[in-house]
């Protein structure tokens, strides 16, 4: 279907799917809150778009626009220009969408597994390595889609775990293209904008200048590979100094053979592949060089993590690692123990959030701002 004319339909399909959100309103509905507004599970019709009864027909999630100005409504236009002419297996799919009166709805697919942010942050189990690299290949192929694929460059702008959402099998999806501008075309080599995404994950470059090009987000893709490999988040107060940002704290044992071991989630117990967990970290150090020329192209992402996949060299058969793991331990045991005969002590206040997760924002240069689409569906585990 033309792109007009699906838009066409998916806007006629949005009349019905307002009905939507009078059955998905209740609290047990309800799956987030971001700045754009509050986040809803709903239900459909299978091939159809009128609501039915709760529990029935196809499951959705149905995001509303608050009232609260101008740059959320840019933010919905732009969802609904790049996710209802954009079509990708790694991109979450938009059902349709509303706008009548005030009201401004967005329906989307469902993401049972929620988002990446939960499983690597959130959850009492770590995620499994192969999972982890499984959600990293679907994650770039994503983003090598609207790079390099699309009838136009795309870029994403605000690539983080908590826009990576998961299906029932654990498929990435990315999500929440509020902030995705048009890559520059023709002899243009950037396009200047307003600085705008999460602390902790914009290009260095991007931030100092304002220009964006697609090596922002491969940037943006090294930040969240090593959180993947870590279990650590890439802005953390509650971490001893000098590990409040993930990128610095990693830098240093990117380029090294053996002490790349520390960057791997130890809750993994040495559950991962040695050579694949070499390959991410190489792959993670050339994403985030300072040099943005230098990054590679996404294309060249998904060529690296593709073989990475089924390798089955576990780490907790290597004695190095073995050797390692007893230092570490060895050295836990040593600061509990001090700690024990130590005294209490307050603890300041920060302007970060549980977990020690910095609080996102939507402008860099001019404060804080919600995300629209910032929800993380609850998994659907029965």
């Not at 996949?309 to 001090?338: C, I, K, P, V, W």
């Amino acid at each position: 279907m033309p792109a007009a004319a699906a838009a066409a339909a998916a806007e006629v399909q949005g009349r019905h799917l307002h009905q939507q959100r009078q059955h998905a309103r209740r609290p047990e509905s309800l799956l987030g809150e971001g700045g754009f507004g509050c986040v809803f599970k709903g239900w459909i019709e299978e091939n159809g778009t009128a609501p039915v009864k709760p529990g029935t027909g196809l499951t959705v999630a149905v995001k509303t626009l608050n009232h609260d100005g101008l740059q959320g409504h840019k933010e919905w236009v732009a969802e609904v220009d790049f996710l209802g002419n954009l079509h990708h297996p790694n991109l979450v799919k938009l059902i349709g969408y509303c706008v009548e009166d005030d009201q401004r709805l967005l329906v989307y697919e469902f993401m049972p597994r929620g988002s990446l942010d939960n499983h690597l942050f959130r959850r009492s189990l770590p995620l499994p390595w192969a999972i982890r690299m499984k959600v990293a290949l679907g994650a770039a192929k994503g983003l090598a889609f609207l790079h390099e694929e699309a009838e136009s460059p795309v870029i994403y702008r605000d690539f983080k775990t908590s826009n990576i959402l998961l299906d029932a099998e654990y498929n990435a999806k990315l999500s929440d293209f509020g902030l995705a501008k048009d890559g520059p075309v023709g002899d243009k080599t950037h396009v200047s904008t307003r600085v705008m995404g999460t602390y902790g994950y914009a290009a260095p470059e991007y931030v100092m200048t304002g220009h964006l090009t697609s090596k922002s987000d491969v940037y943006s893709f090294g930040v969240v590979l090593l959180e993947m490999m870590s279990g650590r988040r890439s802005m953390d107060k509650n971490r001893p100094n000098g590990e409040h940002n993930l990128v610095e704290w990693a830098r240093p044992l990117l380029g090294e053979r053996q002490r790349f071991y520390k960057l791997v989630d130890p809750r993994l117990e040495g559950n991962f592949s040695v050579k694949g967990a070499q390959k991410a970290a190489q792959l993670a150090r050339a994403c985030l060089s300072r040099d943005p020329k230098a990054r590679p192209l996404m294309s060249q992402v998904v060529e690296v993590l593709r073989p990475l996949q089924n390798l089955r060299d576990m780490a907790s058969a290597s004695y190095f690692y073995q050797t390692m793991h007893a230092e570490r331990m060895a050295h836990s045991s040593s600061m509990n123990g001090r700690s024990s005969h130590g005294h209490g002590s307050s603890k300041a206040q920060s302007p970060f959030g549980r977990n020690g997760q910095q609080q996102p924002v939507r402008s860099l240069s001019d404060g804080p701002r919600a995300s629209p689409f910032r929800y993380s569906p609850k998994p659907n585990v029965k």
